[in-house]
């Protein structure tokens, strides 16, 4: 009787109308987040783009998607802070249904770069605000394990999108897509808004101020580290998964690798490692212990990844994709620890901001790998980028204080 006593007040927690939206939210987030990637290549070659091309036009428009983020991670980020984690929740995911239903009826690459760029826009907002709702609504106990389902539900989106794209045409693809999005804004009616924005409200506190970030150099510091914790978490998704099939190419894997697969093998191992970085997070009391296993894990895999899978089966290279994955799977507790640095006045800010300046990390990485390409090769300028932003995340980590168990009710003074 004691165990359930003990236990309910988490399952309570887990199952709360907070939790539960989120996760559905950031579920719909990451199935249209990671569309282009899983369509990249049948969609491009029906506008009439060869093979090169595809390549080329395919990391141009993923580019536009990330721009459209970095923008929206800013301007969703000041709306949770000014406005409400839950108004945020709701005009993103309309933003981005509108954006991916209107892709499924482009006939030029520059209406997909258009369209792309509002989807973009409008994802930007989701994970944030989610993730921000989570840990203001739940206590300091629990909101680890809250985030941790939040992104474990959320990122498995990524893996039911691939399964749609091997068996949809890619135009329907973004239709249901799209569809799923506005489904959601059903369930999101009764949800309530955190109390701790709604006192920051009443108590008057300066909110959603993004450039106070820069006028004080150490929150300025704390923002920057916070972003480069998270960068080597998209260089594998938006490199070396995305352009897996380029790859494995150039590595003579034995089988035919399509980016769609790879996304669902990397993604599941994501959905395992973003639950088993939360619970570690919680037995171990904290938050950057686990970035610093995690990101060693990944620095492992993509030795594998470049160095052990000349000539090996598209199974191997499928199971080193799933390993990419689970040890990308720090997301959640890389984000939960951007929220619990900063006050409620600024949290939905930071929250919102700093994963999509992650993702938008994508395009300097991007033209890195382009530029060094010609000299390099493909295989040395991805490696060349990859161990870059790993040594900057591990030190930027090490930089960063460690933020478990931190009471949130508290503001940031200008």
Same mark, same amino acid.
């Given at each position: 009787m004691s165990v359930s006593k003990s236990q309910s007040p988490l399952l309570k927690a887990l199952f709360s109308p907070a939790v539960i939206v989120a996760s559905l939210g950031y579920f719909v987030d990451i199935f249209d987040l990671l569309l282009f990637s899983i369509v990249r290549r049948p969609s491009l070659a029906s506008l009439g783009l060869n093979e090169a091309?595809?390549?080329?036009?395919?990391?141009?428009?993923?580019?536009?998607?990330?721009?459209?983020?970095?923008?929206?991670?800013?301007?969703?980020?000041?709306?949770?802070?000014?406005?409400?984690?839950?108004?945020?929740?709701?005009?993103?995911?309309?933003?981005y249904s509108v954006g991916n239903i209107a892709n499924a009826f482009v006939h030029s690459v520059e209406a997909y770069a258009f369209?792309?760029?509002?989807? %973009?826009?409008?994802?930007?907002?989701?994970? +944030?605000?989610? *993730?921000? &709702?989570?840990? =203001?609504?739940?206590?300091?106990? #629990?909101?680890?394990?809250?985030?941790?389902?939040?992104?474990?539900?959320?990122v498995s989106g990524a893996v039911v999108g691939g399964l749609v794209g091997e068996f949809f045409d890619w135009r329907v693809t973004y239709i249901i897509g799209g569809v799923l999005g506005f489904a959601l804004l059903l369930l999101r009616v009764n949800t309530a808004e955190s109390l701790l924005f709604k006192n920051a409200k009443i108590h008057g506190s300066h909110k959603g101020n993004f450039l106070s970030l820069f006028k004080d150099w150490s929150k300025a510091q704390k923002f920057l580290k916070?972003?480069?914790? %998270?960068?080597?978490?998209?260089?594998?998704? +938006?490199?070396? *998964?995305? &352009?897996?099939? =380029?790859?494995?190419?150039?590595? #003579?894997?034995?089988?035919?690798?399509?980016?769609?697969?790879?996304?669902?093998?990397?993604?599941g191992g994501l959905v395992f490692g973003d639950l088993l970085s939360g619970l570690l997070s919680q037995y171990l009391k904290s938050r950057l212990r686990v970035v610093f296993i995690f990101l060693g894990g990944l620095a492992f895999f993509e030795c594998l990844y470049f160095f052990l899978t000349d000539g090996v089966s598209a199974a191997t290279f499928y199971f080193i994709c799933f390993g990419l994955g689970f040890f990308a799977g720090y997301w959640a507790v890389f984000v939960t620890l951007a929220a619990e640095?900063?006050?409620?006045?600024?949290? +939905?800010?930071?929250?919102t901001s700093v994963p999509n300046f992650v993702r938008a990390s994508v395009v300097p990485m991007s033209l890195s790998f382009t530029a060094l390409k010609g000299n390099l090769g493909m295989l040395m300028a991805a490696q060349v980028v990859g161990v870059t932003v790993l040594l900057i995340a591990f030190f930027?980590?090490?930089?960063?204080?460690?933020?478990?168990?931190?009471?949130?009710?508290?503001?940031?003074i200008d």
């Open positions: 091309e595809q390549v080329q036009k395919g990391l141009m428009l993923h580019n536009t998607q990330m721009i459209g983020m970095l923008f929206g991670g800013i301007i969703w980020g000041v709306l949770a802070d000014k406005k409400g984690r839950l108004s945020v929740l709701f005009g993103s995911i309309i933003l369209w792309r760029f509002v989807a %973009g826009l409008g994802l930007a907002g989701e994970l +944030g605000a989610g *993730i921000t &709702l989570v840990a =203001e609504t739940l206590s300091k106990e #629990h909101r680890g394990y809250g985030t941790a389902l939040v992104a474990s539900i959320g916070c972003i480069l914790i %998270g960068v080597p978490i998209w260089f594998v998704i +938006g490199t070396l *998964i995305q &352009l897996s099939p =380029e790859f494995s190419k150039a590595l #003579h894997v034995d089988g035919v690798i399509t980016a769609g697969r790879a996304v669902i093998f990397c993604y640095q900063f006050g409620t006045n600024l949290r +939905g800010t930071v929250a930027s980590a090490f930089l960063l204080e460690e933020s478990f168990g931190k009471d949130l009710g508290y503001y940031e």
